[in-house]
C-alpha cells in the first residue's frame, strides 16, 4: 500500500477539483485507490467516494490519536489523501493539525499544486519555501495548475529547473468550465449535482491528458500498522437521519459503530419517514435551513421523533440541533416550527460564521466526557434555556461559551463530533 497527499500553497489552488479526477482516472484505468480527506470535512469526501467508488474518510491530525489515524489509514489499496488549506496551515497559534503534520505521520509522498494563473518566474520563489521550510516534510512532486500557453509553461518550467525544484509531474491548463458551484458551507453536495458522473468524466479526461498517473504514488510511504480502540457505540440499534438535509455524518464514526457490533437504520427526514425502532437517534448536520419549510410539514417524522423521545435518547448534531429545537428560521426571515423537544431558537435570517475546532467536554447525553470535535455553521442562536450539554475551549486551550443543551433524552449542540480525545 502506497500513501500519497496532494497538498497546496493555500486554498483555492484546484486541490479538490485535481484530487477528483485523479480518483475517477484510477477508477477508470481499473486500478483501486481509496479517497480520504485531511481535516474536517463533510463535502468533498462525499465527491471523493463517488470518484473512486469507495467510502473517503477523514484523516484529523489534530483530533484524532496517532493510533485512529493509522488504522483509517490501513488497507490493501493505495490511499491518495486530499490536504486541506494550504500545506503548514493548521489550527491555533500553533498550526496543529495541518496536512504537513498528517504526511509526517503516515511517512506519505507529498504532492504540491501550484496555482500558477498570476505568476511567472515567481514561481521558483514560492516552490523553494515550501520545499525548504521544514525538511522531515518532503515535497517529491509538483503538478502546475491554471497554466496559461506554451509560453508560460516553458517560463514555469525554466524558473524550477533552475531552482532545483521537485520533478513536475503535471501541467494542467486553465480548465475554468470544470468549477463546481459552492453554498455558504462549500460545495453544493454530490448527491445534488445534476451530472456528477459526467463531470466526473470529463475531469478524469484532464487529469489523464495533463498529468503522469505512474508517479503519483511513485516512492510513496506506507502507514505505522497498530491497533485502535474505538469509544463504544452510543446504542446497539441505531437510527441515522441520512438525506441532502442530513447528510453530514463522518464515515469514521458509523463505521466504528457498525465494527463493535451495532446496527445502523437510516431513514429521510426529507421523505417523512417515521423514526425507525432503535434504541438511539442521531441526527446529524447538514442544510436543514434550506428544507425548514418541508421539515415543519413532515408531520409524520416530527410526530415520530416526539413519540420516540419518550423512550429512547436522541442526539442533535449542528444542523440536527437546529431541528431539535422550538423555531428554525431561515434566511428570509420565515420562522418555521421544529421538534420542539428542545428549548432553542436558531436563525439563519443575520449569518455569522462560526468556525474552528472545539475541544469539548460532555455533561449528558451519548458524548459525555473529553470529546475533539469542530464547529462550522453560520446560523445563530437566539435563544437556549436549557443546561449546558459541553463545556467547550478552542485550540489553544482558551474557554469558550458552553456549548447546547438537554433535555430529558434529547441532547444536542453545533459541534460536530470527530473522536474521543486522544
Known sequence: MNITLIAAPHSGAGKTTLTLGLLRAFARKGRSVRPAKSGPDYIDPAFHSVAAGQTSVNLDAWAMPEAQIYTLAQGTDDLLIEGAMGLFDGAGLAGKGSAADLARSLNARIVLIVDCARMSHSVAALVNGFTTLDETVPI??????????????????????????????GVVRRQSHLSLPSRHLGLVQAAEHPDLDGWLDQLAEVVTKSIDLDKIFDGSGSAKTTTYQPPQPPAQ????????????????????????????????????????????????????ELHAGKIASNTTFLSSL????????????????MVLGDTLIDANGTAHRMAGLLPVETSFAARKLHLGYRQLHGHAGPFQGAWRGHEFHYASTLRNEGPALFTAMDVDENPLPDMGCHIGRVSGSFAHIISKAP
Open 306 to 321: 416526539n413519540d420516540t423521545s419518550q423512550a429512547t435518547d436522541i442526539y442533535g448534531e449542528c444542523g440536527g440541533y
Open 140 to 169: 517529491s512532486g509538483l503538478i502546475l495548475n491554471q497554466v496559461g500557453s506554451d509560453k508560460h509553461e516553458r517560463v514555469l518550467r525554466r524558473a524550477l529547473a533552475d531552482a532545483n525544484a521537485p520533478e513536475i509531474i
Open 237 to 288: 440499534r441505531i437510527a441515522v437521519a441520512q438525506d441532502v438535509a442530513f447528510a453530514f455524518a463522518y464515515p469514521h464514526l458509523l463505521q466504528s459503530w457498525r465494527a463493535a457490533g451495532a446496527e445502523i437504520q437510516l431513514f429521510s427526514p426529507l421523505n417523512d419517514d417515521p423514526i425507525p425502532d432503535a434504541d438511539f437517534v442521531y441526527l446529524p448536520g447538514g442544510y436543514p
